[in-house]
Each structure stands twice: as structure tokens, then as C-alpha cells.
């Protein structure tokens, strides 16, 4: 059996204190001076606080000491979003949290027509940089930002439509389909594991070693027109995504 690196015997110490409610939520690491005074050299704290940190055991910030975050998962039913209840309702990012027992809220960007990535192009049909509008957020879970979702409409649909405001929209595009005349249909998942890029990084306030996901779902209607691509990107500290298949 290989042997233990000291920076992985202080980081199972410091997991164990997590867990045990010696260090709770919230809570400060021991300062590099106390954990020097236990024999640990500061690359060896240094790596060890890189451990803890891709595992979403802690949050550290510029000029501020490393704190122990919660082990509260969001747990994402991609299905939710999609289908509606039996009353025509679908679940809001807001009512979902508010389920787990946190607040959920989001922080709507510039709307607007941009140029189509690659990726958003080929889902929506039509050329890369071509024009399409986006609505860009940062969804909150008490606070703290934990996923990017900024959603892409092709022009045609979202030109003076609700799609296009600068505000909330009340139904989403579910809504917009709707009095459109348009009825929703597939609606597809692709799921890769990157480096979060500069701009991620700064949009969820995180380190270039935090693990993320990114996520691609687009939606087409009945008859076959795509009418929406969302890119998510999700902190995979504190997601959990469950799918549930039909049988048919």
C-alpha cells in the first residue's frame, strides 16, 4: 500500500474535524502559523488546502482565510425542468431550493443579441457568430453563486417577445412557446468536465481548481424547430444530478 503524503494526512485530519463538528460550517482552517506549530511545512498546508478545495470541502478567498463550507447538495431532477405538473406548472429554480431548505435566487445580465458561439450555432441551426439573443444569470443558492445558465433564442422567436426584456419572465420560455403557438418537444443534455475559463471563474468566484460542470441543453418543439440552448455551468462541489428514464 502506497504510503501517506503528509499533505494527504493533514487534509484526512482536517476532514475528520469537518466532519466531527470541531471545524462546522463556517468555521475558519487553522492559521498556516498554528499548523506549522503541528510540523506541517507550508507547501505541505498549501497542498493540502488544494485538496480540501476541489473536493468542495472549503472556500477560500483573496486576503481572507480558507472557511469550511456546508455539505448541502442541489439536487438537480433535469426532468423538473421540463415537464410540466399535472396543472401546466414547471418548477422554478427558486421553488426547488426552497424544497432543500435554501434560498434560491439569480442575478440577470446584459440581454441582448450576441454573436452565436459554435456549440449554440449548430443546436440552433444556424451559423457561428450569426446573431441570436441571450439572457445570461448567475443562479444564487443562499447567496452564494453555484451555477452560470445563460440561455440562447434564436431571433426570430425572441425579437419583441418577453425573451428580449431586460426583466423576469413569467413562464419562461415555456410561455413565450406557447402563445407563439408552438408546443415544446425533445429536449436534450450534454455533460462535459472542463477547466473552468477566466470568465467562469470570476462569474462564480472560484479557483481554477474548483471541478465544474458544463452542461448544454437544448430544446426543440414537436415539429422538430430548435427554439432554445442553455449553457450551464455548474460548481460539481455542490451539485447532484439525478435522472429518471422512461421506459419507452
Given at each position: ?34 499548523l506549522r506549530e503541528r510540523q506541517y511545512s507550508t507547501s505541505t498546508i498549501q497542498t493540502a488546502v488544494a485538496i ?34 399535472q396543472e401546466g406548472r414547471r418548477a422554478t429554480w427558486k421553488q426547488q431550493l426552497a424544497e432543500l431548505g435554501m ?43 453555484v451555477q452560470l445558465a445563460d440561455s440562447y433564442y434564436p431571433l426570430d422567436l425572441a425579437s419583441g417577445s418577453p ?86
Amino acid at each position: 500500500m502506497a504510503r501517506e503524503l503528509k499533505s494527504e494526512a493533514l487534509a484526512r485530519e482536517l476532514r475528520e474535524q469537518m466532519d466531527s463538528g470541531q471545524l462546522p460550517p463556517g468555521a475558519p482552517l487553522p492559521t498556516t502559523a498554528e499548523l506549522r506549530e503541528r510540523q506541517y511545512s507550508t507547501s505541505t498546508i498549501q497542498t493540502a488546502v488544494a485538496i480540501l478545495r476541489r473536493e468542495g470541502r472549503i472556500e477560500s478567498r483573496q486576503g481572507a482565510r480558507p472557511r469550511v463550507l456546508p455539505r448541502r447538495a442541489i439536487i438537480a431532477r433535469s426532468a423538473s425542468y421540463v415537464t410540466a405538473d399535472q396543472e401546466g406548472r414547471r418548477a422554478t429554480w427558486k421553488q426547488q431550493l426552497a424544497e432543500l431548505g435554501m434560498v434560491g435566487d439569480q442575478m440577470l445580465g446584459r440581454v441582448g443579441e450576441v454573436a452565436a458561439p459554435d456549440d449554440v450555432a449548430a443546436l440552433l441551426g444556424v451559423e457561428t457568430g450569426d446573431s441570436v439573443m441571450c439572457r445570461p444569470r448567475v443562479m444564487l443558492a443562499d447567496g452564494e453563486p453555484v451555477q452560470l445558465a445563460d440561455s440562447y433564442y434564436p431571433l426570430d422567436l425572441a425579437s419583441g417577445s418577453p425573451l428580449a426584456l431586460q426583466g423576469p419572465i413569467r413562464g419562461g420560455v415555456y410561455r413565450v412557446l406557447a402563445e407563439a403557438g408552438l408546443e415544446p418537444g425533445d429536449c436534450e443534455e450534454d455533460l462535459t468536465f472542463p477547466q473552468p475559463t477566466a470568465e467562469e471563474q470570476e462569474r462564480l468566484r472560484i479557483g481554477p481548481d474548483v471541478c465544474i460542470v458544463r452542461m448544454v441543453r437544448a430544446l426543440w418543439t414537436t415539429t422538430g424547430r430548435p427554439v432554445a440552448v442553455e449553457v450551464m455551468v455548474l460548481r460539481a462541489d455542490r451539485h447532484r444530478l439525478t435522472y429518471r428514464m422512461p421506459a419507452q
